[in-house]
């Protein structure tokens, strides 16, 4: 293996959904962009064919907007043909997890990947441990890598970024949990940790699949900022604790099952 490749890390227990539905983006804006560039490559080919008149070496010329235009209106025409040709219509249903049994507010997906994150406990002494919960859902028929940069924070120990790639199978629902401990020296008062998400589809766009959110807008790049509150206190009082526990990537959601298994979210959460 390339020592450059990153690493991803698939939730446990594993999910092994399979892929459905088109790989090829045939949404409004493939639409968009194929009419728009089939009507520009039409009407500037009429106008400079138009313009030529007599000469032979301007009439070779005027075709190159519609070659330059058209092979990627036809590329869009694809796309929306295969779109509607590999649509599975038999496709498993969402759980809807975060929206629905969490009851998370989300304020938007990321290239269909719901998400949210925030501090459990939101309020620690000097020297006292707590946890990034992050939790994410695929509302896609396809799978998803999701590329999460934690911003520098040395107050918690992290004087740079740090980045873990996260796979979502289709439709799955998982936390990231993140162990961390605030130094004996970080101020007291509200603190902010940002969380920065950008997602890939190594294996295609897909469909969304039924029953997930709903009217809410989708972006190329999701950020947070998971706030938390150190507690007054002066830094020498800061108490002893345990080492801190290794990052956990736990699966809460399968629609391969019926039912999502709340007990191990229950379990993490004490």
């Known amino acids: 293996m390339n020592s450059t490749t990153p ?9 092994r959904t399979p892929d459905c539905g088109p790989r090829l983006p ?11 560039l089939a009507i520009a490559a039409i009407t500037l080919t009429a106008v400079a064919i138009r313009m030529a008149g ?41 759980h809807n997890m975060l929206a629905g049994e969490l009851g998370f ?20 002494v000097h020297g006292g441990s707590t946890r990034l919960l992050l939790f994410l859902e695929n509302y896609m028929s396809r799978q998803r890598v999701v590329t999460v940069r934690l911003g520098r924070h ?31 020296d970080i101020p007291s008062g509200f603190h902010r940790l940002s969380v920065t998400l950008r997602v890939q589809q190594p294996e295609g766009v897909g469909q969304r699949l039924l029953g997930a959110r709903a009217r809410i807008p989708d972006m190329r790049v999701l950020r947070f900022a998971a706030p938390f509150e150190v507690a007054q206190g002066r830094p020498e009082t800061a108490i002893e604790q345990p080492p801190l526990a290794a990052p956990r990537y736990i699966s809460l959601a399968s629609i391969s099952e019926k039912e999502p298994d709340l007990t191990k979210l229950y379990e993490l959460l004490g």
């Open 54 to 94: 007599e000469s032979t070496t301007m009439l070779y010329i005027s075709w190159i907007p519609l070659v330059a235009l058209g092979i990627p209106a036809a590329y869009g025409a694809w796309c929306i043909y295969t779109t509607h040709r590999d649509r599975a219509h038999n496709a498993p249903r969402s």
């Open 7 to 15: 690493q991803i890390l698939h939730a446990t227990p594993p999910d």
């Open 26 to 36: 045939g949404d409004t804006r493939t639409w968009f962009f194929t009419i728009v």
């Open 105 to 124: 507010d989300l304020i938007a997906t990321c290239r269909g990947v719901a998400a949210t994150a925030f501090f459990m406990p939101d309020s620690v």
């Open 154 to 184: 040395p107050g918690l120990g992290r004087p740079e970024p740090t980045f873990e790639n996260l796979h979502l199978a289709p439709g799955q629902a998982a936390v990231y949990v993140l162990p961390v401990q605030a130094g004996p």
